[in-house]
């Protein structure tokens, strides 16, 4: 079983007219202003999925800023699900800042989605506003034992698109705040699960926590593999293609090539994701 844990999908207008999406979304026209920046939806990611030997995969839009446009990107998430129910997983994504933003987790956990996220913050960071706005939402995953996938990138390093302000510190912060939580760092948690070699309180604090792979083989050399694996455990890595940014085979092929024993890999690419789900 091999389970993508990082895809996004759009419903058909937001994908055939994203430039009618651009208004009071300045985070969605910074990655997705460019042409070359694909959207796509469940037929397509399907499709791939057959062509790359993925068995289910979870998915997710985008966190919008605007709450209808959030309902009815939640509202398709929840449709192809219940379309493709041996196929895909989905979560919710929203704007945690919204004053309705629970609201909206709850009623998507009622219709049957998995999870919530890729909740990111492009432009503040993780801040104590980010974390007062996430809490409502953490309460609601931690009693119903759903996990929470949050965009992290490194801090340091070259810039580009969607690539937030954040600080170690802030990633931390959000993981102690929210210990009863699962809590999924997209693209290697920034750098933090290389910390868990410390000996006092970190290993306690990312007891919950997981990382997945996404957009690795644009910010990693392959060798993470192995070093993560050393440092956190392959036990909390998760399979992330970060589709359509790239295909789920590229980073299979790079754990290979990294000499990751085929257990481990069994486990990143399915294994770990379906003890979560």
Known sequence: MIIDFHTHIFPKDICE???NYFPGEPEFK???DSTKSRLVGAAELISTMDEQGIDKSVVFGFPWNRFETAQFQNDYILEVVQTHPDRLIGFCCLNPSHPYAAKEVDRCIQGGLKGVGELAFYQSGIDEPVLNALSPIMSLCAKNRLPVLIHTNEPIGHAYP???PMT?????RMVQRFPHNVIILAHWGGGLPFYHLLKKEVKEALENVYVDTAASPFLYDRAIYQVAAAAFGYEKILLGSDFPLLKPLRYIDEMKKAGLQDGHI????????????
């Open 168 to 172: 170690l510190s802030e990633i931390y």
């Open 162 to 164: 969607g690539k937030a």
């Open 30 to 32: 910074l990655l997705y």
């Open 266 to 277: 069994r486990a990143i690419c399915g294994e770990n994701a379906a003890k979560l789900l």
């Open 17 to 19: 007219h994203r430039d």
